[in-house]
């Protein structure tokens, strides 16, 4: 089950969404390679914890290596992993004044220059894919409050059901957004937690 506490974007701001809430995932832990090799011996397996560990350890090493590569690697029902990059607007080819060409460098170009470095920066893109996709995803997610913000709910209603504490340890009212991606690309728009209306947090981009 997905908790969800909200989030009121600043007064104060000038956009759109200045005083609203949103709804924000309140993550309960991080889990390191080593915590996910713990989690799967768990699982019956015939494998020990160190040989999964070992195993992911090397498969994370590997798609780097193959990302690097230029190619794209498919975790079925997980994700495609591939890289992506931020380009420099170049305005030509090649800038006899200059005597300068487009290169395939990563770098910023100088202050008035029509050509140079291709690539700002890049990035790794990870796009859902299979039971990971949005649509699959909706179908079987739960979600609810935390213990705090339901006692906030409560509280606006005028009600005293008890509850105190618990649940989120992250709300912060004033706080409009929440953890930063990996890329934009699809629906992947860069935030662990997406925004609503015209404020996008995104996750995964959707295959």
Request: glycine share 14%.
């Amino acid at each position: 089950m997905i908790e969800l506490y909200l989030s009121k974007v600043t007064e104060t701001s000038e956009s759109e969404q200045a005083g609203k809430l949103y709804a924000r995932v309140d993550y309960k832990e991080s889990l390191s390679v080593q915590d996910m090799a713990h989690h799967m011996a768990e699982h019956n397996t015939a494998f020990s914890e160190g040989l999964i560990t070992g195993i992911l350890i090397d498969f994370v090493k590997c798609v780097r290596e193959q990302v690097l590569n230029g190619n794209t690697v498919k975790i079925d029902n997980l994700a495609i992993f591939k890289a992506t990059v931020e380009a420099n607007a170049l305005e030509t080819l090649y800038d006899a004044q200059q005597d300068k060409v487009a290169l395939a460098t990563i770098g910023n170009l100088a202050e008035g220059a029509k050509t140079g470095a291709a690539v700002k920066t890049i990035k790794l893109l990870a796009q859902s894919t299979g039971d990971f996709t949005r649509e699959e995803l909706k179908k079987d997610v739960k979600l609810a409050w935390t213990d705090k913000t339901k006692a906030e709910i409560a509280a606006a209603k005028g009600e005293n059901n008890g509850t105190t504490g618990g649940g989120s340890s992250n709300t912060n009212p004033t706080n409009p957004t929440n953890g930063g991606g990996t890329n934009t690309g699809g629906d992947n728009t860069g935030g662990d937690n997406g925004g609503g209306g015209g404020n996008p947090g995104g996750g995964m981009d959707q295959n």
